[in-house]
């Protein structure tokens, strides 16, 4: 059994910048592709980004490609978005989850554990 939790999220300006963190209990971590996710209200949850096991491959929404950056610690077994230049429409519940799978996943169904999100609002 894998525990996903996430931290990092807040009230911030259009244009400004945060980190999200995610946590994984488990000594197996560093065989498990990672993803994030975001639910806007009312809106169906959407992919954001993922990274496989090695870190050789990430992958990220349209929406959201060279504004934020995917990433991991081995050795913290934690997972990172940097979110800049966000924008009104990046405000969302993000979540953090993990995969048995090693290779990158865009879909939600791929995923096996899941946190329990944190909240981004990106204020105009």
């Known amino acids: 059994q894998v525990q996903v939790v996430e931290s990092g999220g807040g009230l911030v300006q259009a244009g400004d910048s945060l980190r999200l963190s995610c946590a994984a209990s488990?000594?197996?971590?560093?065989?498990?592709?990672m993803g994030w996710f975001r639910q806007a209200p009312g809106k169906a949850r959407e992919f954001v980004a993922a990274i496989n096991s090695s870190s050789v491959s990430l992958t990220y929404a349209s929406s959201v490609k060279d504004r934020f950056t995917i990433s991991r610690d081995g050795a913290k077994n934690t997972v990172y978005l940097q979110m800049n230049s966000l924008k009104p429409e990046d405000t969302a519940v993000y979540y953090c989850?993990?995969?048995?799978?090693?290779?990158?996943?865009?879909?939600?169904?791929?995923?096996?554990?899941w946190g329990q999100g944190t909240q981004v609002t990106v204020s105009s």
């Open positions: 989850a993990a995969s048995i799978r090693s290779r990158t996943l865009r879909n939600s169904y791929e995923y096996d554990y």
């Open positions: 488990g000594r197996t971590f560093s065989s498990y592709a």
